[in-house]
């Protein structure tokens, strides 16, 4: 890119190095912040700042090719990553649904039954925005904040549409259609994140920042889950991508990520970022036919799949994506550019139907809410694991495989199960799975980082944390090295070390998470000007 438009101003996001951690004393607090404010210093110099990303130690801001050549050659500049284009993963689809026949599908209404709905937990919707429809402010208001990183400012609540639509699919409560098309949720708060533009568009840097913001207000919101349904095309690994360390690290802070697995299907190897990354749970998509029974059922062709670099099997779980009827933003792109999927309830309001592993990504989100109202000690690796653990087969009508899976893979673990997951005895703990899903029982699933490690800048990020803390290794002669000889001052703290480090070892729980301030960031002085990235 520099070098076919060097004068061109080329979105960027600069992260820079931990910095030392001295070796007797205090750990430093709040050094992410004071990177993330020397990443603006160089931008101003070099570029055009936009904002910081303390999360990952990082700023983002415009530089031509001049620009990134003289802020790389900064010794505390780790990486320089391109900041990539982000959208969602809905398709095109003009068949007509005649009923919201999704939530029957995967049992959530046996679980209202029973008295769950999703009250209390926060679910945070990043995505275009969301319209305050009658479905989430009546009889209460349950759309319980609104933040915008994507531009747009004084306009339309959701001039996309996208968002309104999958906020409903996760938490609306039919009270405009008199009960007719709920989402899976119906009790749950939703919070508005906006991080896409009016033409459905986003950067990564705008993805993390909001992911950012839901970590620093978990506590204030109950903000148990982030729903991502959207994506860019994955990198060589997921540990290059700046996104995926975000994700990460909301999971590791207790925010479980949901994350649409993509729309490249039927072929392998199409999976979507954040979608690639091992921790969080990646959802495909089926199709209910537009009834609540699921033998009649069949995996979406638009679905992705495969198995990303470095990663695991995608996607997790599948759930109901295609012609999924939800809230309506009236005057939204969306809605203005495809009239014909206005869908009229017999109330006299008026739905939106749209398809995609979008749809299939909020279906989950709703059903983790559901989970969480039911068993809210769950942290994201436990709900993860019963979610996979509790799926159901699918399909087994005549008929029914006019559009088989291409792989078992393509599944995942299964079709969602509301009821089973809400419900469950099982121990999920440890190497708990086995979920049954369409192509009989699956292998049994561990906890979701007990294998894998970080993402680069997670590492990066986590340095002054875990700092000091005991050093165990995967293999004691990985390439020939003695690592039982290595300690934090002689460590070259690099991809090496990364890849052999047991990650698993270090107590998450314990570390010192309050050193890095994430949930008290200085908002003002990191700075934020999301209208210079439209």
Known sequence: MMSATPLQLLPIIVELRPLPVPALGPVPTRTNELLAQYGMVLLT???????????????????????????????????????????????????????????RAINADRVWQKGTTGAGVGVAVLDSGITPDVDLTQPTNRLVATVNFAGDRGGMA?????????????????????????????????????????????????????????????????????????????????????????????????????AAVGNGGPNSGTVVAPGDDPYVLTVGATDDRGTAGINDDIWASFSSWGTPADSTSKPDVVA???????????????????????????SGATYFRLSGTSMATAVMTGTAALILAQQPSLNPDRLKALAMSTTQGYGWAAGSAAVPAP????????????????????????DDGGGHGRHGSQQRQPLARQTFRPADSVARTLYPIIYGSPLTWKDPNYLGIGWGSLNWTNLGWDNL??????????????????????????????????????
Do not use: C
């Not at 109901?320 to 017999?346: E, K, N």
């Open 45 to 103: 110099q070099y570029g055009l700042p936009v904002g910081g990303l303390a999360i990952i130690d990082s700023a983002a801001g415009f530089a031509n090719a001049a620009g990134i050549t003289s802020i790389s050659l900064d010794p505390q500049v780790a990486f320089i990553h391109a900041d990539s284009l982000i959208r969602p993963t809905d398709v095109t689809d003009g068949r007509i649904s005649l009923s919201a026949a999704y939530p």
């Open 158 to 258: 959701d001039a996309g549409g996208h968002g309104t639509h999958i906020a409903g699919t996760v938490g609306g409560d039919g009270f405009g259609s008199n009960g007719e098309y709920i989402g899976v949720a119906p009790g749950a708060n939703v919070i508005d994140v906006r991080v896409l533009n009016r033409n459905g568009s986003g950067r990564i840097s705008s993805v993390v920042r909001g992911i950012e913001w839901a970590i620093a207000h978990r506590n204030q919101y109950n903000i148990r889950l982030i729903n991502l349904s959207l994506g860019m095309t994955a990198l060589p690994s997921y540990k290059l991508n700046p996104l995926d360390a975000a994700v990460e690290i909301a999971w590791m802070r207790g925010v479980a990520v949901v």
């Open 320 to 346: 109901p994506g295609r012609r999924i009827v939800a809230l309506r933003a009236p005057g939204s792109y969306l809605d203005t550019h495809y009239p014909d999927r206005v869908t009229p309830a017999r």
């Open 407 to 430: 792989d078992p893979r393509a599944d995942g673990s299964g079709l969602i199960d509301a009821l089973a997951a809400s419900y469950s005895g099982l121990n999920v703990g440890g």
């Open 497 to 534: 070390a990364w890849d052999n480090l047991a990650w698993d070892n270090l107590g998450w729980d314990n570390l010192g998470w309050d050193n890095l301030g994430w949930d008290n960031l200085g908002w003002d002085n990191l700075g934020w000007d999301s209208g210079k990235l439209d």
